[in-house]
């Protein structure tokens, strides 16, 4: 079965743009997690959402937004992009939200380059 | 909030055997995973404790102990492939993941 599909892989924006970032969920998981990736940062969680509703959400400034759609697809948005937003994002989704089953499956993940 | 911590880096040979530690403090502790990430890849699980003790799988094995809030994995064996970054991450009751900010490995010949 298809895995966790991320789109775009690669971007390139400039400060004060805005991007939205694209997750299709392994068919069946219902809970997606988006994650930002940075050389100095480590593996940084954003939010969780389960059902269309975010359920948990890290310590990110309100520009990183997000959004769960009905067949579970994930979207997240960050506006008025900084130098600092520079990092590969990475979307994992698993199949409930027990955490015994919890077993992140991730992708690829897009790689967002703020100039 | 929780705390994880990892070493940054570690160097083993080929066909050794090596230990990479983790020890966090978290509320609410319900489980703590160990993946792999290589280079410019995907993190890919590896493997899963809830109870205290040693989980076995094949060349890869992971200890847990709650009460010290620590845990290892051990790689065995040790191949050139297992060159990759390891992380750790603990799950809370409340379902969020929260990793370590990871250990790189590098297996020399």
């Known amino acids: 079965k298809a895995g966790v599909t991320q789109t775009p892989r690669y971007l390139i924006k400039t400060r004060g743009q805005q991007v939205t970032l694209s997750c299709s969920p392994i068919s069946g998981h219902r809970s997606v997690s988006w994650y930002q990736q940075t050389p100095g940062q480590g593996l940084q969680f954003l939010f969780e959402?389960?059902?269309?509703?975010?359920?948990n959400k890290g310590n990110f400034p309100g520009r990183f937004s997000g959004r769960q759609f009905s067949n579970s697809r994930s979207e997240m948005n960050v506006s008025t992009l900084e130098l600092g937003d520079s990092a590969l994002y990475l979307c994992a989704s698993s199949l409930t939200r027990d955490p015994g089953a919890n077993v992140l499956t991730f992708g690829a993940g897009s790689r967002l380059t703020v100039l | 909030g929780q705390n994880i911590d990892q070493p940054t880096e570690m160097t083993a040979t080929e066909g050794a055997i090596v230990q990479i530690n983790c020890t966090y403090q978290t509320s609410g502790f319900n489980g703590l995973f160990w993946y792999q990430q290589h280079a410019g890849e995907a993190p890919t699980f590896l493997s899963y404790n809830v109870l205290d003790g040693l989980e076995e799988k094949g060349r890869f094995s992971s200890f847990l102990s709650r009460s010290k809030g620590y845990s290892y994995l051990l790689l065995k064996e040790l191949q050139m492939k297992d060159s990759a970054s390891y992380l750790c991450a603990v799950n809370t009751n409340a379902g969020k993941s929260t990793f370590g900010d990871g250990t790189t490995l590098t297996v020399k010949p």
């Open positions: 959402y389960f059902s269309e509703t975010q359920r």
